[in-house]
């Protein structure tokens, strides 16, 4: 096969004319003189047309049983501070008033993404790991419903203190999991 076969070809199909392809209509299906309900709005049945509020009182009510996308999340709903690790990215979904803010790389200041705040966590899950990737080991909460599970998790990061020692901004012998580091 050469390129003059492939232009003929080609031009030969630009010329003929092309119907496009139609899909039936569904009225097609149903008969002209098919029964009907004396009613001012009727639905087909696939037997008749019966009315709408016969119809509606009869019809089984559908549920479904698939479980929400994110029924799968182990995080509490009293949680302040969420984090996890997308594609390498330590990424913190910090609680502040009624929005969730997002600190990538650090809970300092400058970590912060200053172009996303939200209402839901689960919003904020999704957007993190659209932005980052997955999170290897899954999201969970830095602290607890009890309020021990790490002691500065949901507190700002330059007024982060440890119980009797108060933090300087930017200096506060804490790192990012809220443990002193080793000296």
């Known amino acids: 096969m050469n390129l003059r076969d492939e232009w003929?070809?080609?031009?030969?199909?630009?010329a003929a004319p092309q119907e496009p392809a139609r899909q039936p209509s569904l009225l097609d299906s149903i008969p002209a003189d098919?029964?009907?309900d004396e009613a001012t709005i009727t639905v087909w049945n696939g037997e008749r047309f019966v009315a709408w509020d016969k119809w509606l009182a009869t019809t089984p009510i559908e549920r479904d049983e698939t479980p929400p996308q994110d029924a799968g999340l182990a995080?509490?709903?009293d949680a302040t501070c969420v984090a996890g690790e997308c594609s390498g990215t330590k990424v913190w979904l910090v609680k502040e008033g009624e929005r969730w803010l997002m600190y990538a790389g650090s809970r300092r200041a400058g970590g912060r993404r200053r172009d996303f705040a939200t209402p839901y966590v689960e919003h904020a899950i999704r957007t993190a790991e659209h932005w980052y990737g997955?999170?290897?080991g899954g999201w969970r909460a830095e602290k607890g419903s009890d309020g021990t599970a790490r002691q500065a998790a949901d507190l700002p990061p330059e007024n982060s203190t440890v119980e009797g020692r108060a933090g300087k901004r930017g200096h506060d012998d804490l790192d990012?999991?809220?443990h002193e580091p080793s000296r």
Do not use: C, F
């Open 134 to 136: 997955a999170a290897g």
């Open 176 to 178: 990012l999991d809220g």
């Open 75 to 77: 995080v509490p709903r």
């Open 34 to 36: 098919a029964p009907m």
């Open 8 to 14: 003929r070809r080609l031009r030969e199909k630009q």
